[in-house]
């Protein structure tokens, strides 16, 4: 302005000015109040947000299960409870049912030694054989009859609920709670399948390897690999039938090729065979009117075996790895291996027999370095928890080893086979002990020529492959 005088921004007259401190502009007098009642509304209006503010929060305060969120946790909650109570009932049938079978299989046993008692006591006719006989029968049923039943409970999260199944133990892949670091077996063996020379007689093996066992049943499953067939034994009974291959050799669906390895799967009623020479994995229904599956393709398979999850895992001898394989899966990841052929611990050299834990610990009989290697899940290397000191027969050493078991106290029992002995290695031992054979190459009953699989049925007897006698034989658990 000319004169250099203040004026009012409001009516931009030359009058007593006033300046307002928040925003910096001039006023007159009558417009100054007018300002000033502007900036009281726009405070009234901030009291009136403010608590229609607190209101709302006091609101959500007191019902706050009414939130979206509650309601939907309140859903989860109820779907949950449903699962989880579901669930239960499925496994607490599961184990009725179980332990009825179990049950009743017991009461047969002992009808069948009530008879031969009767039958004994009628003819009076016994001496301290059938007495012994006898008393080990009794003692036999007396520890199946306390042994806990070979069940236990897994557990899975799954969607936010530890949803619980119920894992009954089958195959080569359980371990007998009846074994302690200090069992021994009888040093005499008897034969429960082959023992006839080799040949392809139904009576007859020729170079068996895989083994697994139905203890429900009481069948055995063998691997008959130079006959490329798959035989079931009777246990304790001298019947059997061949299951899978029995067109002789070749590629087709219907067909075996040197099968090295088998695995019972209880649960969808099949075996899972190795079919080395095909390059494949088969899953031969054991219902006549379900054809077979070629599981995986492309694979130089030497053993397998699954885990309690069923998750299936392969030694391939070609690539000197082992992989896992979830159900469904056709491609497989390796948790053992896979870093060429060598002797370093994060290497194998035509790996073979393989045994997991509940943990997911993969034991594998690294056939080709003379030692058996433990690797954690997940781990980048192995460590070394039997042999690992060059081929050889001392205490300390192994000679391609086969079979392989791994029983609740993480011990280690080895198929030693060119030293055609079985051996136990203890947690952190230096060596092992010799458990059976180890009496030089042979086909007596304390004798083995060369060593496949092996596996403890239910009462914690030994079950070995007699490869060179082409020929199963039983170690009995030394009851005291």
């Known amino acids: 302005m000319a004169n250099g005088k203040l004026h009012c921004i409001k009516c931009e007259k030359d009058k007593a000015i006033l300046k307002c401190s928040g925003c910096s502009q001039d006023f007159c007098y009558n417009h100054f109040l007018d300002h000033y009642k502007d900036l009281n509304k726009e405070f009234d209006e901030i009291e009136c947000n403010h608590d229609t503010l607190r209101e709302l929060l006091n609101e959500q305060s007191n019902h706050q299960e009414k939130h979206i969120l509650i309601e939907e946790i309140n859903k989860w909650e109820e779907d949950s409870i449903?699962?989880?109570?579901?669930?239960?009932?499925?496994?607490?049938?599961?184990?009725?049912?179980?332990?009825?079978?179990?049950?009743?299989?017991?009461?047969?046993?002992?009808?069948?030694?009530?008879?031969?008692?009767?039958?004994?006591?009628?003819?009076?006719?016994?001496?301290?054989?059938?007495?012994?006989?006898?008393?080990?029968?009794?003692?036999?049923?007396?520890?199946?009859?306390?042994k806990p039943i070979n069940i236990s409970l897994h557990h899975d999260s799954i969607a936010l609920i530890n949803r619980i199944s119920i894992i009954i133990s089958y195959g080569k892949f359980k371990s007998s709670m009846s074994i302690q670091k200090n069992t021994t077996w009888k040093p005499d063996a008897y034969t429960i399948a082959g023992g006839y020379g080799k040949g392809d007689h139904l009576n007859q093996l020729h170079w068996p390897y895989g083994i697994c066992i139905d203890d429900d049943d009481e069948n055995i499953y063998i691997a008959d690999s130079s006959n490329h067939r798959i035989v079931k034994w009777k246990y304790n009974e001298n019947s059997h039938e061949i299951i899978a291959g029995r067109n002789g050799r070749g590629n087709r669906i219907n067909e075996l090729n040197y099968p090295a390895d088998i695995i019972l799967d209880k649960k969808n009623n099949s075996l899972i065979i190795s079919d080395r020479d095909n390059r494949r994995i088969?899953?031969?229904?054991?219902?006549?009117?379900?054809?077979?599956?070629?599981?995986?393709?492309?694979?130089?398979?030497?053993?397998?075996?699954?885990?309690y999850n069923g998750n299936l895992y392969v030694s391939d001898t070609e690539n000197n790895e082992v992989k896992q394989y979830k159900q469904g899966d056709t491609h497989g990841t390796i948790v053992a291996g896979g870093n060429g052929k060598g002797d370093q611990l994060n290497q194998l050299d035509s790996p073979g027999f393989i045994f997991v834990d509940e943990d997911e610990t993969i034991y594998v009989s690294d056939w080709n370095n003379h030692r058996v290697m433990k690797w954690i899940k997940n781990a980048k290397e192995g460590v070394v928890v039997a042999g690992g000191q060059g081929k050889g027969s001392s205490l300390e050493q192994l000679s391609y080893p086969q079979g392989i078991l791994v029983d609740h106290l993480s011990n280690v029992y080895v198929a030693d086979s060119w030293n055609h002995r079985i051996m136990r290695w203890l947690v952190d031992a230096n060596e092992g002990s010799i458990i059976a054979g180890g009496n030089g190459k042979g086909k007596e009953k304390n004798q083995f020529h060369l060593l496949g699989g092996i596996l403890f049925d239910r009462q914690g007897n030994l079950c070995v492959i007699d490869v060179g006698n082409n020929r199963v034989q039983k170690f009995d658990l030394n009851i005291n």
């Open 282 to 307: 088969v899953r031969w229904s054991l219902q006549k009117d379900i054809e077979q599956q070629i599981m995986i393709s492309d694979i130089y398979c030497s053993r397998l075996t699954m885990d």
């Open 82 to 146: 449903k699962i989880i109570q579901q669930t239960a009932n499925n496994c607490k049938q599961m184990i009725f049912q179980y332990r009825a079978k179990t049950i009743h299989r017991m009461e047969n046993k002992l009808i069948n030694l009530t008879n031969q008692l009767k039958d004994i006591r009628q003819e009076n006719d016994f001496n301290e054989i059938d007495l012994n006989r006898l008393k080990d029968k009794l003692k036999q049923l007396e520890i199946e009859i306390h």
